[in-house]
């Protein structure tokens, strides 16, 4: 009887324990600036299906971001750039497999226009002789007036920054 005893309090003492809910470390994820909007973002989705879903989000420069990554200090490297050769043959050395590279988004320009530029359209290759020198996107000739974009009577110097 008094061995049947201490099992159930055996069981009842195992149940209770693996019935409470672990504790999860919270992830340290050291990221760059530039990253952190986008981590928080990724943080604030991800908490839609597991309400108790939390980074340790901690913004730094690339560099910082790399050694964290490189010393395991973080589960991720949220980076706006790619390794330098020497940084992957760190992690290579010390952890015996390559960095796993995954691109989530690229550069991009983006132009913004007010609601009152009278232009209605501007290609790409206009908006090449516009910012650059080189038009190697094929306009026949630099756009340095509002009349080169077709405005009449709008022969006044453009501003590239008004466009």
Request: some cysteine; hydrophobic content about 40%.
């Amino acid at each position: 009887m008094h061995f049947v005893s201490i099992l159930v309090a055996i069981f009842i003492f195992s149940f209770n324990f693996s019935a409470q809910e672990s504790v999860k470390p919270t992830p340290i994820v050291i990221c760059s600036y530039d990253m952190e909007p986008l981590i928080l973002l990724w943080q604030d989705l991800h908490q839609t299906s597991d309400p108790k879903f939390k980074l340790d989000v901690r913004p730094s420069s690339s560099r910082d971001v790399a050694r964290a990554f490189i010393e395991g200090r973080s589960q991720l490297a949220p980076i706006n750039r790619e390794f330098t050769q020497e940084e992957t043959t760190d992690f290579t050395t010390k952890w015996g497999y390559a960095p796993t590279r995954l691109a989530v988004g690229i550069d991009a320009l983006v132009i913004l226009v007010h609601k009152n530029n009278p232009l209605k359209t501007l290609r790409i290759d206009q908006l090449d002789a516009i910012w650059t020198t080189t038009r190697l996107s094929g306009y026949p000739k630099d756009i340095l007036t509002w009349g080169d974009l077709g405005l009449v009577g709008a022969n006044g110097p453009l501003d590239p920054s008004s466009v």
